[in-house]
């Protein structure tokens, strides 16, 4: 259907070498799989755990993560910083940030990709 990417128009039986409006029926159904293009990168957040239709709510989360964790970060490495020295706040900061960005790079699904997004935040 027009403006609507989720969804599409349903066949009447089951003959699909002909692109005919009286193949397809009034009734919609939800997209199996995407196709995305890859002209510009070859693969993104997106691209990577599907975050289409059902799940484009989850697309937004990613940055506030981040500055949750910035938030986050600031505090509690703030606060070690001047309990122990600047020099091993900045050791914490930098081993967080460089341990889980890597983490995050290689992340199995989006769940832990947002875990290791705040703790890089964090960093």
């Given at each position: 259907?027009?403006?609507?990417?989720?969804?599409?128009?349903?066949?009447?039986?089951?003959?699909?070498e002909q692109c005919q409006p009286d193949v397809f029926s009034n009734s919609t159904?939800?997209?199996?799989?995407?196709?995305?293009?890859?002209?510009?990168?070859?693969?993104?957040?997106?691209?990577?755990?599907?975050?289409?239709?059902?799940?484009?709510?989850?697309?937004?989360?990613?940055?506030?993560?981040?500055?949750?964790?910035?938030?986050?970060?600031?505090?509690?490495?703030?606060?070690?910083?001047?309990?122990?020295?600047?020099?091993?706040?900045?050791?914490?900061?930098?081993?967080?940030?460089?341990?889980?960005?890597?983490?995050?790079s290689v992340s199995p699904n989006y769940y832990m990709f947002l875990l290791m997004?705040?703790?890089?935040?964090?960093?």
């Amino acid at each position: 259907p027009e403006g609507d990417q989720c969804h599409v128009w349903t066949l009447n039986n089951n003959i699909t070498e002909q692109c005919q409006p009286d193949v397809f029926s009034n009734s919609t159904s939800s997209c199996s799989q995407w196709v995305y293009d890859t002209s510009v990168f070859s693969a993104t957040t997106v691209t990577q755990f599907d975050l289409t239709c059902e799940k484009a709510w989850l697309r937004p989360l990613g940055g506030s993560m981040y500055m949750t964790g910035m938030l986050l970060g600031a505090i509690i490495i703030g606060d070690l910083a001047d309990r122990f020295g600047r020099r091993k706040g900045i050791l914490v900061s930098v081993l967080l940030y460089g341990c889980s960005g890597v983490i995050c790079s290689v992340s199995p699904n989006y769940y832990m990709f947002l875990l290791m997004w705040l703790f890089t935040g964090a960093g």
